[in-house]
């Protein structure tokens, strides 16, 4: 059973970069057939996409976020990551990394979240 669990600072001061780590388990990020993405969602708002890895290495964005947003990963680490440049306070959200099924276009696994706030 894959496992994926979100780590990183709780805080960020504005015009900073977000930068957090998803830690995979029970299974590789090198796996074909998937790809690894991360989901945010503010206080009170909806959830949203931000971009994803898939497993040959491969990236994509939210057309809203894709100017400062960037997934890379570390696969001797079994490790993605997500970094977001020139935050706000409106960038305060949980973060959510999750593992996407490409056949069927699904998030069957998804980590426990951790909450980001960007503030002075």
């Known amino acids: 059973q894959v496992q994926l669990q979100e780590s990183g600072p709780g805080l960020v001061r504005p015009s900073q970069t977000l930068s957090l780590t998803c830690t995979v388990s029970?299974?590789?990020?090198?796996?074909?057939?998937?790809?690894w993405s991360w989901i945010r969602q503010p206080p009170g708002k909806g959830l949203e996409w931000m971009g994803h890895?898939?497993?040959?290495?491969?990236?994509r964005y939210s057309p809203s976020l894709e100017s400062r947003t960037s997934v890379s990963r570390d696969t001797s680490k079994n490790q993605f990551t997500l970094q977001l440049s020139s935050v706000t306070p409106e960038d305060t959200a949980v973060y959510y990394c999750?593992?996407?099924?490409?056949?069927?276009?699904?998030?069957?696994?998804w980590g426990q979240g951790t909450l980001v706030t960007v503030s002075s």
């Open positions: 890895i898939i497993y040959s290495g491969s990236t």
């Open positions: 029970g299974g590789s990020i090198t796996t074909n057939g998937y790809y």
């Open positions: 999750a593992r996407g099924v490409i056949a069927v276009d699904y998030l069957d696994a």
